[in-house]
């Protein structure tokens, strides 16, 4: 089995949600008392989101770079940013390891090729749902349209995500608030709708609404499965 290499504390909540995960994944895999080989490396998210807002994003990649290599010191195969919004900065921490590093969009992207969803409505934070890292890359690299909500629903994603969901804080009235712009991405043409941030999970999951929901942190989590085990 290989060693999965969590970069991850972006927020704490959603990183024990890949730890659990991957540790399922291995263990529905392999029975017994199997469980991931996992190292982890935990960043204390004040900082990195107080850059984030900053808008100076090659100081948290050179956090993150760091970070990552410590992880390929201490025996890492490969990477995982438990974050997607740190994935703007993918390529530069990429670029410091010569493990490989599975890309959050990439592995979301092949599931919906693999369901045949052509076009997709994304949430996260505004920097995911605004800037061309992860939208693009969907579209370049695997023709899949995407559909962001309006300025005004932005901002409201954003600050669920940062005032409540990456402290533990689940609300019945922020649930409602994303079931309304859920909706209104459907009426703008997505067929489904990928919770690109990986704490949204905690919030909405599929049997809030009928619209297909396409949770990245357990497809993430998968991803690092199906690496960790391919030579098992």
């Known amino acids: 089995m ?18 659990k995960a ?32 900053e808008d100076k994003w090659q100081e948290t990649a050179d956090i993150l770079s760091q970070a990552a ?8 195969d490969s990477l995982l940013i438990c974050t997607n919004t740190m994935h703007k900065v993918a390529d530069e921490i990429a670029e410091k390891v010569s ?19 052509t076009k997709v409505g994304l949430l996260g934070t505004r920097f995911t749902m605004e800037h061309d890292f992860y939208k693009q890359r969907l579209i370049d690299k695997f023709g899949i349209d ?28 922020s ?23 990986t704490e949204i999970a905690m919030l909405i999951n599929q049997q809030h609404t009928a619209v297909p929901l396409y949770d990245t ?6 991803a690092a499965v199906k690496f960790a085990l391919s030579d098992v």
């Open 99 to 117: 493990i490989p590093l599975l890309h959050i969009a990439d592995a979301t992207a092949e599931v919906l090729q693999q369901q045949g969803v």
């Open 175 to 197: 649930r409602q608030d994303y079931l309304e712009v859920i909706c209104d991405l459907c009426e703008n043409g997505a067929q489904a709708v990928i919770l690109g941030c």
């Open 146 to 173: 995407v559909v962001v909500p309006n300025g005004v629903q932005r901002q409201l994603v954003h600050d669920i995500i940062y005032n409540e969901l990456v402290k533990g804080n689940v609300l019945p009235s």
């Open 22 to 53: 991957i540790n399922e994944g291995v263990n529905k895999a392999m029975g017994g008392l199997h469980s991931a080989k996992i190292v982890m490396h935990s960043v204390d998210f004040a900082e990195i989101a107080e850059l984030q807002h």
């Open 69 to 76: 290599q410590g992880l390929e010191k201490a025996g890492a």
């Open 217 to 222: 942190t357990q497809i993430h989590s998968d």
């Open 2 to 19: 290989k060693t999965v290499g969590l970069l991850g504390g972006m927020s704490w909540e959603s990183t024990a949600n890949y730890y």
